[in-house]
């Protein structure tokens, strides 16, 4: 598995709609890999927040994976 995959199966990984295999992947991807440990992180803290405010029922998959991607794409502020 690499970066790729791993980003690919993230949100079915936090789901725990993925086979067992795959979940064997992913989690052993995120213990050799620091990045996707990050990012796994991330989502899985968005996806607390989303379920804190009680939308993570109604909130498409579509809807949390675009708002997940601009929260990561969001540049960190200018340092002067
Ligand atoms: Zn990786």
Do not use: W
Not at 12 to 21: G, H, I, M, N, W
Not at 45 to 73: K, W
Request: glycine share 4%; proline share 8%.
């Amino acid at each position: 598995m690499d970066c790729d995959d791993c980003l690919d199966k993230l949100y079915t990984f936090l789901d725990k709609e993925l086979a067992p295999t795959e979940r064997t992947a992913v989690a052993q991807h995120l213990s050799d890999c620091g990045d996707c440990e990050d990012n796994f992180g991330f989502e899985e803290r968005f996806l607390e927040v989303l379920r804190d405010c009680g939308t993570a029922d109604i909130a498409p998959r579509e809807l949390r994976e675009r708002v997940a991607e601009r929260l990561r794409r969001t540049p960190p502020p200018p340092t002067l």
